[in-house]
C-alpha cells in the first residue's frame, strides 16, 4: 500500500507571497492533518480534515488555510508569506474514525521564505 | 488539556547499550500515547502505541514502552542499541480519542548511538 505523499518536497518563497502544498493520503483514509515542525516550536498542529470538513483547527493565522477534496487529497495554502512561515510542513493521514487512532506521515514539504 | 513532556533533549548511549527515552503525559481522560521516530530529512515513523490495552506495548525495531498511569509516564526502551536507531524521538497524545486525530507532540529527544 502506498503511503502518505506531499508534494512539492521543497519550495523556496519570498516575503509576501503565497504557496500551496499538497497532500495524498494513504488509500481509504479519510482524516489528513497537517503539522508544522520548527526547531524553536517544535511540531505544532495547524489542522484537520475528515470528509472534506473541517474537524480541528490549531492556534494560527487565518493566513494558513486548507481543504479537502472528494478523494480525501488535501491542500494546505499559506497566504502574505512571513520569514517564521520557513519550516517542515507535514501530513498525517488516518481513517479518522474511533476504530484506529493512528496516524502516518508524509516525507513533508520544506518551505523557505527568504 | 493534555499535554507530553520529554525530559532529556539529547540522549546518548554506546551500541549495545540499554536505550531509555522518557514521556510523561497530562491528560484528563485515558490517554492515546505514541512513539514517533524521525531521521534526518523525513516524516515521522510511528514506532509504537498505546490505546487503553495492554499497558507494556511492544513496537517495531525492538522497541516498547510501558504506560503507568500511576507515574503518568510512557517511556520508551530498547535492550540493546543500534547504529541505525540514531534519529529523533518524539512521544505524542491524541486529543480527541476519535472525534478528532490531532496530537499533542513532546518537543523530542535526539538519540546519538557511540560506535
Redesign the interface.
Known sequence: KAG?T?TPRYLIKTRGQQVTLSCSPISGHR?V?W?QQTPGQ??Q?LF?Y?SETQ??K?NFPGRFSGRQFSNSRSEMNVSTLELGDSALY?C?S?L???SS????????T?LTVT | AQSVTQLGSHVSVSEGALVLLRCNYSSSVPPYLFWYVQYPNQGLQLLLKYTSAATLVKGINGFEAEFKKSETSFHLTKPSAHMSDAAEYFCAVSDGGGATNKLIFGTGTLLAVQP
Not at chain 1, 101 to 108: R, S, T, V
Open positions: 502518505v506531499q482524516s492533518s503539522y517544535g511540531l498542529f484537520e475528515f474537524r480541528n490549531g507535514l498525517a488516518s479518522g474514525d474511533a487512532y493512528e496516524q502516518y506521515f508524509g516525507p513533508g520544506r
